[in-house]
């Protein structure tokens, strides 16, 4: 029979100082010490892992567990997943899974439909070292637990390792708020360490390992924060849904970044900032709902991981068409590339840094918190004011935009963070339009803001490229390249604000 349950828990990964320094910021907690040792199985084409699902066999002590998870349900830094877990006999060898001892569980479905329990292979296993206690917070029942140890996996035939330190603390009886209330006593505690929020399982980690291109960036796209609102929802519930998923991207994101500093972690973080800093001005314009000194925090962060964007974009894509139009002077061009290299890795350390800090923890859990408290009174709903925030999105890029090939760099990059504003709102909004044609107008509106894009990433490029080289030969390169493609740009600019101008509004179409 299997023992049914959710499970709640905040985790809080170990950046810099030791497990036995978060030992003593805890307190006076009486714990256990166990070993554990886990084996993960999936199939050789992950059936389990792209239903959602994570089966493990464990090693507690003289204990033998066989345990399945599902994803969360929400995306919250602070998740709840369905687990089951049954009971194995006691033997000093891993017992075989016994999958029939799993009664009502996903898992079943999958055996009926035709899944095989004789396809499940170890894909990854773990090492664990747990320190585990309980204490109470705010009239709720919390399991505390050190973990330090190991995920191993083998790739072609080579041996992979990953360290794990890491506090776990799991909701056993009562409100998840108070979850977050002890994560920011430690955080806030110090005693020599670093914790900031994670969101990553060691289960996602350990298929990361052992996949060939490690952990995939969590995706912050347009329809997984439209889903989470409807028209009727008070747009400051909408609000706090869509900080909950993008706090949670950001978060996931961050995970990936400390380990692997890869420009899509950066770049979908970024992504999920400008979503979440989008639907404040949009649900809470006069800034009487989220935290003045939250929104501060969140502009820090854009702005830590928008120069390290800025310099990927730089070396990846922008700089390779600059040397590819210069005709000459090769010591120019190894100049250029060893400067933008040089920028690209201080930008990395940089965000690495900042989402390890504990400003950045502090920022996290605060706006986690904030989610979780009730909203005020509604006066109107999501529906009710979609076309009139539209609106006037629209008058401001429309405004600003006239005359466009006339304007300068700067206010060009105003035009730009109009058009974007406004695509990240009608992303948002859009399914709670009455009428149809949103599609058609975010595409052109999407081409628009790709235009008015490389645009700026060009003027991006001369700008850093030239503060960051001090020669003459380098300079003539990139005068040359940015005199080829503004004008195009403008002129391509130009021509799709006349023609989004001229269609008819989604939001104004009964």
Same mark, same amino acid.
């Given at each position: 029979?299997?023992?049914?349950?959710?499970?709640?828990?905040?985790?809080?990964?170990?950046?810099?100082?030791?497990?036995?320094?978060?030992?003593?910021?805890?307190?006076?907690?009486?714990?256990?010490?166990?070993?554990? !040792?886990?084996?993960?199985?999936?199939?050789?084409?992950?059936?389990?892992?792209?239903?959602?699902?994570?089966?493990?066999?464990?090693?507690?002590?003289?204990?033998?567990?066989?345990?399945?998870?599902?994803?969360?349900?929400?995306?919250?830094?602070?998740?709840?997943?369905? #687990?089951?877990?049954?009971?194995?006999?006691?033997?000093?060898?891993?017992?075989?899974?016994?999958?029939?001892?799993?009664?009502?569980?996903?898992?079943?479905?999958?055996?009926?439909?035709?899944?095989?329990?004789?396809?499940?292979?170890?894909?990854?296993?773990?090492?664990?070292?747990?320190?585990?206690?309980?204490?109470?917070?705010?009239?709720?029942?919390?399991?505390?637990?050190?973990?330090?140890?190991?995920?191993?996996?083998?790739?072609?035939?080579?041996?992979?390792?990953?360290?794990?330190?890491?506090? @776990?603390?799991?909701?056993?009886?009562?409100?998840?708020?108070?979850?977050?209330?002890?994560?920011?006593?430690?955080?806030?505690?110090?005693?020599?360490?670093?914790?900031?929020?994670?969101?990553?399982?060691?289960?996602?980690?350990?298929?990361?390992?052992?996949?060939?291109?490690?952990?995939?960036?969590?995706?912050?796209?347009?329809?997984?924060?439209?889903?989470?609102?409807?028209?009727?929802?008070?747009?400051?519930?909408?609000?706090?849904?869509?900080?909950?998923?993008?706090?949670?991207?950001?978060?996931?994101?961050?995970?990936?970044?400390?380990?692997?500093?890869?420009? !899509?972690?950066?770049? +979908?973080?970024?992504?999920?900032?400008?979503?979440?800093?989008?639907?404040?001005?949009?649900?809470?314009?006069?800034?009487?709902?989220?935290?003045?000194?939250?929104?501060?925090?969140?502009?820090?962060?854009?702005?830590?991981?928008?120069?390290?964007?800025?310099?990927?974009?730089?070396? @990846?894509?922008?700089?390779?068409?600059?040397?590819?139009?210069?005709?000459?002077? !090769?010591?120019?061009?190894?100049?250029?590339?060893?400067?933008?290299?040089?920028?690209?890795?201080?930008?990395?350390?940089?965000?690495?840094?900042?989402?390890?800090?504990?400003?950045?923890?502090?920022?996290?859990?605060?706006?986690?918190?904030?989610?979780? @408290?009730?909203?005020?009174?509604?006066?109107?709903?999501?529906? #009710?004011?979609?076309?009139?925030?539209?609106? +006037?999105?629209?008058?401001?890029?429309?405004?600003?935009?006239?005359?466009?090939?006339?304007?300068? +760099?700067?206010?060009?990059?105003?035009?730009?963070?109009?058009?974007?504003?406004?695509?990240?709102?009608?992303?948002?909004?859009?399914?709670?339009?009455?009428?149809?044609?949103?599609?058609?107008?975010? @595409?052109?509106?999407?081409?628009?803001?790709?235009?008015?894009?490389?645009?700026?990433?060009?003027?991006?490029?001369?700008?850093?490229?030239?503060?960051?080289?001090?020669?003459?030969?380098?300079?003539?390169?990139?005068? #040359?390249?940015?005199?080829?493609?503004?004008?195009?740009?403008?002129?391509?600019?130009?021509?799709?604000?006349?023609?989004?101008?001229?269609?008819?509004?989604?939001?104004?179409?009964?």
């Amino acid at each position: 029979m299997s023992d049914t349950h959710t499970e709640t828990e905040l985790k809080l990964a170990l950046v810099k100082g030791s497990l036995a320094r978060a030992r003593r910021a805890i307190g006076d907690v009486r714990f256990d010490e166990t070993v554990i !040792e886990d084996v993960y199985f999936d199939t050789p084409d992950a059936v389990l892992r792209r239903r959602g699902l994570v089966l493990r066999l464990r090693r507690d002590g003289d204990r033998w567990l066989q345990t399945l998870k599902a994803a969360s349900t929400g995306h919250s830094v602070v998740p709840v997943r369905g #687990e089951w877990e049954v009971a194995l006999p006691a033997r000093r060898t891993a017992p075989a899974l016994d999958l029939e001892r799993f009664e009502i569980t996903p898992l079943r479905v999958l055996l009926r439909a035709g899944l095989e329990a004789d396809a499940l292979v170890p894909v990854f296993r773990t090492r664990i070292s747990r320190r585990r206690g309980m204490l109470e917070r705010g009239g709720s029942q919390i399991e505390v637990a050190l973990d330090r140890g190991e995920l191993r996996a083998r790739v072609e035939g080579r041996k992979r390792r990953q360290p794990v330190a890491e506090v @776990e603390l799991e909701l056993k009886s009562g409100r998840p708020q108070d979850l977050l209330d002890l994560g920011r006593e430690l955080v806030q505690r110090g005693h020599g360490m670093t914790l900031v929020p994670a969101l990553r399982s060691k289960a996602e980690r350990g298929y990361g390992l052992a996949a060939r291109d490690g952990l995939v960036a969590a995706r912050a796209s347009a329809g997984g924060f439209a889903d989470r609102l409807r028209a009727d929802m008070p747009p400051a519930q909408a609000l706090r849904e869509v900080i909950r998923h993008g706090l949670a991207l950001v978060v996931a994101n961050a995970d990936a970044l400390r380990g692997d500093p890869a420009s !899509e972690h950066v770049h +979908q973080a970024r992504v999920a900032l400008r979503r979440m800093r989008s639907a404040i001005r949009a649900f809470d314009p006069y800034g009487e709902d989220f935290p003045a000194r939250l929104t501060k925090g969140l502009h820090w962060l854009a702005q830590t991981l928008g120069t390290a964007r800025d310099w990927d974009v730089i070396v @990846e894509q922008t700089l390779p068409a600059i040397l590819t139009s210069a005709t000459e002077d !090769e010591p120019g061009q190894r100049l250029l590339r060893r400067a933008a290299r040089r920028k690209q890795a201080r930008a990395i350390r940089q965000a690495v840094a900042a989402v390890s800090s504990r400003r950045y923890a502090r920022l996290v859990l605060r706006i986690a918190r904030w989610s979780m @408290e009730d909203a005020a009174a509604a006066t109107s709903s999501v529906g #009710e004011i979609a076309a009139s925030l539209l609106e +006037q999105a629209a008058d401001r890029l429309f405004k600003d935009a006239r005359s466009f090939s006339r304007l300068g +760099q700067q206010k060009r990059h105003r035009v730009r963070i109009h058009a974007k504003r406004l695509r990240y709102a009608l992303d948002l909004l859009a399914p709670s339009l009455p009428g149809r044609g949103a599609a058609d107008y975010i @595409e052109a509106l999407a081409a628009l803001q790709d235009t008015l894009g490389e645009l700026n990433d060009a003027a991006v490029a001369l700008a850093r490229l030239t503060d960051a080289i001090d020669a003459a030969g380098p300079a003539r390169i990139l005068e #040359e390249w940015f005199g080829g493609v503004e004008q195009e740009l403008v002129a391509r600019a130009a021509l799709q604000l006349n023609a989004l101008d001229r269609r008819p509004r989604p939001w104004s179409i009964a």
